[in-house]
Nanobody, 120 residues
């Protein structure tokens, strides 16, 4: 199983980025996908998740600014990030588990991470 993130980069506050996570060797249609992030010196935290049936969950810190979506035909999950803030700076990881989203790190598979840097 491979999860490969892309789309990270550097942006000024108020800007936007769209992350993608391509998944291989997994029955993507019955998989829940999560996005997590980890800033330097901080624990990894849940950002957003989408269940196999398109149930969607966000952390309070990103709700209204970030949008998670999935394309089962492409085995890909996306994270559209708008109105970015310096506090959003972190390494972003996608993760996969069967069926339902959990907001803890109890995911079976993880990507390698992609850096997002937001400057003020």
């Amino acid at each position: 199983v491979q999860l490969v993130e892309s789309g990270g980069g550097s942006v000024q506050a108020g800007g936007s980025l769209k992350l993608s996570c391509s998944v291989s060797e997994l029955r993507f249609s019955i998989t829940a996908m999560g996005w997590f992030r980890q800033a330097p010196g901080k624990e990894r935290e849940f950002v957003a998740g989408i269940s196999w049936s398109d149930g969607i969950y966000y952390s309070a810190s990103v709700k209204g600014r970030f949008t998670i979506s999935r394309d089962n035909a492409k085995n890909t999950v996306y994270l559209q990030m708008n109105n970015l803030k310096p506090d959003d700076t972190a390494v972003y990881y996608c993760a996969a588990r069967p069926w339902e989203v959990v907001m803890t790190a109890q995911y079976a598979y993880w990507g390698q991470g992609t850096q997002v840097t937001v400057s003020s």
